[in-house]
Nanobody, 114 residues
Framework: QVQLVESGGGLVQAGGSLRLSCAVS????????MAWYRQAPGKQRELVAR???????GYADSMKGRFTISRDNAKNTVFLQMNSLKAEDKAVYYC????????WGQGTQVTVSS
């Protein structure tokens, strides 16, 4: 099993920045990639960014240039740096790990005030 715990969400003004963290524990060797998803009220969960075991990354088009996914292997932590936040970025952000299964964290709320 893999356990994921997100932190770093909160309230920020439009144009501001937040950094989300996802602490990973358990059977880490089973993980091929890590990702951040988000779900806004009344909307489907959507992919924000993904980082693969080799280090390559991918982003949803609307996040390119504003969000950066990274990881600290020594600390088993994945980050999502979010800059130039907009009101439409308000959502619950989830950390996800993919391998022979898919694991999810509990989510962290991000609220952007205009």
């Amino acid at each position: 099993q893999v356990q994921l715990v997100e932190s770093g969400g909160g309230l920020v003004q439009a144009g501001g920045s937040l950094r989300l963290s996802c602490a990973v524990s358990g059977s880490i060797f089973r993980i091929n990639s890590m990702a951040w998803y988000r779900q806004a009220p009344g909307k489907q969960r959507e992919l924000v960014a993904r980082i693969f075991s080799g280090g390559s990354t991918g982003y949803a088009d609307s996040m390119k240039g504003r969000f950066t996914i990274s990881r600290d292997n020594a600390k088993n932590t994945v980050f999502l740096q979010m800059n130039s936040l907009k009101a439409e970025d308000k959502a619950v952000y989830y950390c996800s790990a993919a391998g022979w299964s898919t694991w999810w964290g509990q989510g962290t709320q991000v609220t952007v005030s205009s």
